[in-house]
């Protein structure tokens, strides 16, 4: 169990669920369809892609960048990866909620390419909590779903071993941040 909620909120898979809730919210018909798959590409496909390649060399199946060194320049690619993503939808007149989505990823990669010099936080955590305060601002009435699944999240990297406690706490905090942040940004521009 812990390895199927580990597996499927990971990252990229969250990443894909949250880029269709905003491009759903901020546009509609196929000019959606569009934005969303500027975003899934730029902004999770490169990822996953970067992950598997690294996984195929190391002769395993396993996408979770384990140390801590391998994973500031993974992020920092990924970062690059979501900032031509922006520039893409800039090009094509996003709305500004999408823009400041795309740029709010890519500020939550850089800030943890730049911690994870430091320590190790949970991306997973992460990437889930801003899932969930994406939500909150979007479809209130899926938060719940979304808390329980955040702690079902903390509760498999903690039985899996692939972090502790304060580090998932660590990469919620991360990803409240940067929320609260684009939100606010978002408001000041619309």
Same mark, same amino acid.
């Given at each position: 169990m812990?390895?199927?909620?580990?597996?499927?909120?990971?990252?990229?898979?969250?990443?894909?669920?949250?880029?269709?809730l905003?491009?759903?919210?901020?546009?509609?018909?196929?000019?959606?369809?569009g934005?969303?798959?500027?975003?899934?590409?730029?902004?999770?496909?490169?990822?996953?892609?970067?992950?598997y390649?690294?996984?195929?060399?190391?002769?395993?199946?396993?996408?979770?960048?384990?140390?801590?060194?391998?994973?500031?320049?993974?992020? &920092?690619?990924?970062? #690059? *990866?979501? @900032? !031509?993503? /922006?520039? =893409?939808?800039v090009v094509?007149? %996003?709305?500004?909620g999408?823009?400041?989505?795309?740029?709010a990823y890519?500020?939550?990669l850089?800030?943890?390419?730049l911690?994870?010099?430091?320590?190790k936080?949970?991306v997973?955590?992460?990437?889930? &909590?801003?899932?969930? #305060? *994406?939500? @909150? !601002?979007? /479809?209130? =009435?899926a938060?719940?779903?979304? %808390?329980?699944?955040?702690?079902?999240l903390?509760?498999?990297?903690?039985?899996?071993?692939?972090?502790?406690?304060?580090?998932c706490?660590?990469?919620?905090?991360?990803?409240?941040?940067v929320?609260?942040?684009?939100?606010?940004?978002?408001?000041? @521009?619309?």
């Amino acid at each position: 169990m812990a390895f199927v909620l580990s597996a499927g909120m990971s990252p990229a898979f969250v990443a894909v669920a949250a880029t269709a809730l905003i491009a759903w919210e901020f546009a509609v018909g196929s000019k959606a369809l569009g934005y969303f798959a500027v975003m899934v590409l730029f902004g999770s496909v490169f990822g996953v892609g970067l992950a598997y390649r690294r996984a195929r060399r190391k002769g395993t199946c396993d996408l979770h960048i384990h140390e801590r060194r391998d994973r500031p320049g993974f992020f &920092a690619l990924c970062m #690059g *990866a979501a @900032l !031509v993503g /922006e520039a =893409l939808l800039v090009v094509i007149s %996003a709305p500004v909620g999408l823009l400041v989505f795309m740029g709010a990823y890519a500020a939550c990669l850089g800030v943890i390419a730049l911690i994870t010099l430091v320590t190790k936080p949970s991306v997973h955590c992460a990437t889930m &909590a801003a899932f969930t #305060g *994406a939500l @909150l !601002v979007l /479809e209130p =009435l899926a938060v719940p779903f979304a %808390a329980a699944g955040l702690a079902g999240l903390v509760w498999a990297r903690l039985v899996r071993r692939r972090h502790t406690l304060a580090q998932c706490l660590f990469g919620i905090a991360i990803g409240a941040t940067v929320v609260a942040a684009s939100y606010l940004v978002w408001r000041a @521009l619309t």
